[in-house]
């Protein structure tokens, strides 16, 4: 790499970075364009903009580009890789190439020289040049990585492992098994909640879903979709000649001596082959405490005390992967004490606490939630959790046991804590038991928190604020942030907090529910004493500072 290069001059004179920083970083970079980010402290895609403008070069985003359309036998791969250069396409006599230094002229006129074709440039974020100039090249040596990375991820043991029959099955398949881990610490390293693996038609991509949206990390080739299932399925303990139909496993990645990761694996049929998912179990979720979860102190102070008392039903309601789980195992830590006997039926077991007894649920053998808090009854409980409340028998139950003398925390899939007491009483429990067991309902949902390093101040007209939901008192003392995006997050965001709707069943409303009002009626007088709705919880957390506003929108379906 050339570190005078007309694109570094450019930027040193322009102010953007100096010569003292290039020489710093230059070691650290692989490319002109990755050492002018890694000093200017511009994201990659700034980077590319910021080219566009200066040389009046077309910008061309490689994030949609299909690989394979690459006419690959024009240039060889040295050249490509030696130069950072990408051929795109080939059209009569041009080829269009995909540059993150449109002033590289050297390699254009190498590649000229080379095909006997005229060049034209296209300016590129270089992230996505290297890694579409890996994908092209990608094969099984590719797979395995430089030789201290393979070493690191090839001592990454699973329990329980079967073993390959013979050496030459074990070689074969090393690069994979590399490759696999290398993506499991990938994910675990960037926070990710779930992994998808997902074979198509004429390419493969791995996605992860970091602070609750989906990201593509990896395309691996198309030709190794069915080795890369195989592996996965064989870490999980499930069948690999059975590509018909779902299963279901478990791994669990040994990453040093004292610690230990779970994987929940699912895996289903597709047109293409079979897409796996992988849900990352963290026990340690669990033991954040409930100062970390996002409770405003009135709502915290409610939960605590619906935790101290001896009898009653706490609810936690929300879609998939809004937290639930964890916001009740952080009640069942509060508890979990010698002196009481806690009990937990689950599907599946996703959190795994010394002093709990959790059962996992297994309806071919008829160990069905009923069944469960049914054997739990008959056990001395204090404490019973039930993973979800699906049916009127495992309602009739669980209300039973919350009025003689248990504690119960459970899970309804509802959008609101008001619709929550409608669900149970249409599905058949009477309202005068509604009324008299549950305690406490949280409804909940996650957003992305801001990034602290970049966030930036947002101007919105007073008109719209109001619009919004804002409070003229709010308006007068808050200040409003955007996303950015920096090197240290995810799109301007990183990590997340929740945002709850905490009801307490008062008086007023045990009598609603008796009177047999509906969703609407109950927000309504839930509201005029005084208990936050999603929507006020969610724009108190962005008039803190906490996310942005268009966060909020998204995830309270504004």
Not at 94 to 105: C, G, M, Q, R, V
Not at 109 to 116: I, K, R
Not at 140 to 160: H, P, Q, R, T
Request: charged share 25%; hydrophobic share 35%.
């Amino acid at each position: 790499m050339e570190h005078h290069s007309p694109l570094l001059r450019k930027f040193i004179t322009l102010g953007k970075l100096t010569a003292e920083q290039v020489k710093a970083k230059q070691a650290e970079a692989h490319s002109t364009a990755e050492l002018i980010c890694l000093c200017s402290g511009m994201s990659s895609q700034e980077m590319a903009e910021q080219c566009l403008d200066l040389f009046r070069v077309p910008y061309f985003d490689l994030s949609g580009f299909d690989i394979t359309q690459v006419p690959k036998e024009l240039v060889k791969e040295k050249l490509i890789r030696q130069h950072h250069l990408l051929p795109l396409v080939k059209k009569d006599r041009k080829l269009f190439i995909a540059t993150s230094d449109p002033t590289d002229y050297g390699a254009f006129e190498n590649f000229e020289f080379s095909t006997g074709l005229q060049c034209e440039v296209v300016v590129v974020d270089y992230k996505l040049l290297d890694q579409k100039i890996d994908q092209l090249f990608d094969d099984n040596s590719s797979l395995s990585l430089s030789e201290e990375e393979f070493k690191e991820f090839a001592s990454l043991d699973v329990e329980d492992e079967p073993k390959a029959q013979n050496n030459d099955e074990e070689k074969d398949d090393a690069p994979i098994i590399v490759y696999i881990n290398k993506i499991l610490m990938d994910a675990i390293k960037k926070g990710a909640s779930d992994l998808h693996f997902e074979p198509y038609e004429k390419k493969y991509r791995v996605r992860f879903r970091i602070d609750g949206l989906l990201h593509e990390m990896a395309s691996p080739p198309h030709a190794l979709s069915s080795r890369l299932s195989a592996r996965i399925k064989v870490m999980s303990h499930l069948d690999i000649a059975e590509k018909r139909k779902p299963q279901d496993g478990r791994i669990k990645l040994k990453i040093s001596e004292r610690k230990s990761i779970d994987f929940r694996v699912s895996t289903l049929p597709t047109m293409w082959g079979e897409k796996i998912v992988m849900r990352i179990l963290d026990s340690s979720a669990a033991k954040l405490g409930i100062e970390a979860l996002g409770y405003e102190a009135d709502q915290k102070s409610m939960y605590l005390n619906a935790l101290e008392q001896p009898q009653g039903m706490i609810l936690v309601t929300g879609p998939t992967g809004s937290g639930k789980t964890v916001s009740l195992y952080t009640g069942l830590n509060i508890l979990n004490k010698p002196e009481r006997n806690i009990s937990t039926a689950e599907d599946p077991v996703e959190i795994n606490l010394e002093g709990i007894n959790q059962v996992q649920i297994n309806t071919k053998a008829d160990m069905t939630f009923a069944n469960a808090l049914r054997a739990f009854l008959r056990q001395d409980p204090d404490v019973v959790m039930v993973g979800e409340i699906r049916d009127l028998e495992t309602a009739e139950i669980a209300i039973k046991a919350a009025q003689t003398g248990h504690l119960v925390m459970s899970t309804l899939h509802t959008n609101s804590a008001s619709e929550t007491l409608t669900r149970l009483l249409n599905m058949g429990v009477p309202a005068y038991n509604v009324a008299s067991s549950v305690s406490l309902i949280i409804a909940q949902r996650l957003a992305r928190r801001l990034c602290p390093k970049c966030k930036e101040p947002e101007q919105l007209p007073t008109e719209e604020l109001q619009r919004q939901g804002f409070t003229a008192e709010q308006i007068q003392n808050m200040t409003l942030y955007a996303p950015k995006g920096c090197d240290h997050c995810t799109d301007g965001y990183k990590g997340r907090v929740g945002i709850y709707e905490v009801m307490k069943i008062t008086p007023e409303i045990s009598h609603a529910i008796m009177e047999g009002g509906n969703s609407l009626e109950i927000a309504e007088l839930a509201a005029s004493q005084g208990f936050a709705n999603l929507r006020q919880s969610g724009l108190k957390k962005a008039s803190d500072g906490i996310t942005s506003l268009a966060e909020i929108n998204r995830v309270t379906n504004y």
